[in-house]
């Protein structure tokens, strides 16, 4: 099950990514344009947000089998120390749930919104936020943290 969920974890970044790229460009466009948010904006927008938290889902499950994790868990003041050990218990799992925070209260405000304009602006801002937070905590090939793209 690990391995599955490792592979499904590592694989719906880049649906998240693509799906938070076309969502933010869409709102950002449909700000400055003064356009309407139709039905299909609000689809999108949903399918970003289900996707997030479809990841959230699994993260969890994964950081409760983790060999890391619990290798990481055994000696916390150790972790702590070590930047890889400290990216694993503690940065990585951080950083996406606050970025999926984000992009949910990003949801609900753009809900709330009284215009199209302000929904617009709304997911355009903290979706934003939400990739940027979500991109710096991916363990990126390049990264100090170094895994595989896929
Ligand atoms: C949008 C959100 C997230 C993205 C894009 C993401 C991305 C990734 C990537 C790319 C990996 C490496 C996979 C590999 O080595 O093949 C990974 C591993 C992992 N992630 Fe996430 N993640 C997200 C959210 C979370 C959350 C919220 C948690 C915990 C609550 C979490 C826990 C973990 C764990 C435990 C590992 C595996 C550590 C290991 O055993 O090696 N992730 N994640």
Known sequence: MYTGLMHLHSALRYVILALLIITIIKAFAGWFGKKEYTAGDN?????????????LLIGL??????????AG????????KDPIMRFWTVEHMLSMIVAILIITLGRIMSKKAGTDTAKHRRIAVYYLLGLILI????????????????
């Not at 689809?43 to 990841?55: G, V």
């Not at 499950?61 to 619990?70: A, N």
């Not at 868990?73 to 702590?80: K, L």
């Open 43 to 55: 689809k999108l927008s949903l399918f970003t947000f289900i996707s997030a938290h479809l990841q």
């Open 135 to 150: 991109f710096s905590a991916i363990p990126w090939p390049f990264s100090a943290v170094a895994r595989p793209w896929f």
């Open 73 to 80: 868990m055994a000696d916390m003041a150790a972790s702590m």
């Open 61 to 70: 499950i994964l950081y409760g089998i983790s060999p890391v994790v619990k």
